[in-house]
């Protein structure tokens, strides 16, 4: 597992632009750097040189995350199913959405809604690099749902996954990324049932070790079912592509934003072809420049009380 590391600085710079109809916007230019305080949420610091107000990681309030009973999974919760927005030009811009102001990138589009559904709508579109990072079906989310069924929406069987329409959204040359859960029935399901399905061709496994500040793994590695400090992430490929390393090590601090993966843009887009990139993210929650993002909330992490502004 450590033949290739990269210490993938987990640096986004969100140039953020828009055009919608009906909304205010206004230019600037933010980033989303790699090191997050978990008192405040912003970036750029830790909680010891903290000298904001708290702001909850967990529901984005006005108050400590340690002492909030919302569920990571309920943070920066937003109702913009229907919701579908882009930008054809070069300049960063903030947008209101029911009062709410988002940041949206240059060359960026989002749809908000269902994958299967959304991704019709892209008919005719094609795509050099394709991300993926499924709602896995779990025991861990199983359990939530048992407790709240409003969140049965957030996880997907593998036969569900594999009829998303993603195949006719491929260019013929196409790299093709899913994040993975450790677990040895996802990963088969992505190889056997995943790929044959949207036409792809299984290619390589990587892995993400999350440490932490100090360069530790953030947990012990074990056997089994339990909790390891990586994730996985599965490569495919349709037609020709650049030489994927086999084994690749990303190494990053995770963010304290709950299941928030780093971007994969720089690394992966060195292995196609086309020198830009047309990029889809499924199951997004943020957006980035030259990508259009699906998924229930492409804008989460777009929320301006996330960034700072560097201009
Ligand atoms: C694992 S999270 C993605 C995390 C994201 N990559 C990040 O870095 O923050 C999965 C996302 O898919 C959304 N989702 C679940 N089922 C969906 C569906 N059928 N269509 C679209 N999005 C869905 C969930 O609401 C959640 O936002
Ligand atoms: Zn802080
Ligand atoms: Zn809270």
């Keep these: 597992m450590q033949q290739n590391i990269i210490l993938n600085i987990f640096v986004v710079l969100n140039i953020l632009i828009l055009k919608m109809t009906k909304c205010c916007v206004k230019q600037n230019t933010y980033q989303l750097p790699t090191i997050q305080c978990f008192t405040c949420c912003r970036f750029g610091h830790v909680s010891d040189k903290c000298r904001s107000k708290p702001r909850c990681y967990k529901c984005g309030q006005l108050h400590s995350g340690n002492t909030c009973s919302v569920a990571p999974e309920n943070a920066f919760l937003f109702d913009h199913k229907g919701i579908n927005g882009g930008n054809t030009t070069n300049v960063p811009l903030e947008c209101k959405i029911k009062n709410e102001t988002f940041l949206i990138p240059p060359q960026s589009s989002f749809f908000c809604g269902c994958v299967k559904e959304q991704c019709k709508k892209l008919e005719g579109s094609k ?50 990324a899913v ?13 056997d049932l995943i790929f044959p399905s949207w036409g792809v061709e299984y290619v390589a496994t990587w892995y993400w070790l999350k440490v932490t500040v100090d360069l530790e793994p953030i ?93």
């Design 179 to 191: 994040w993975c859960t450790n677990s040895p029935s996802n990963t088969a399901a992505v190889k």
């Design 127 to 176: 795509f050099d690099l394709v991300i993926a990072d499924p709602p896995w079906w779990n025991k861990y989310i199983r359990r939530l749902k048992g407790a709240n069924q409003k969140l049965s929406y957030s996880m997907m069987y593998n036969e569900d996954i594999a009829s998303i329409p993603v195949k006719d959204l491929l260019s013929p040359n196409c790299l093709i």
């Design 219 to 311: 947990c012990e590695f074990s056997f089994g079912s339990q909790k390891q400090p990586y994730e996985r992430l599965i490569l495919g490929k349709v037609g020709d592509v650049g030489k994927v390393p086999e084994d690749m090590l990303l190494v990053s601090i995770p963010s304290a934003l709950h299941s928030h993966k780093p971007p994969l843009l720089d690394i992966l887009s060195q292995y196609i072809n086309n020198q830009n990139p047309r990029t889809l993210e499924l199951f997004a929650r943020y957006l980035l420049p030259n990508t259009t993002s699906i998924g229930y909330e492409p804008l989460k992490w777009q929320h301006i009380s996330l960034y700072e502004c560097v201009s």
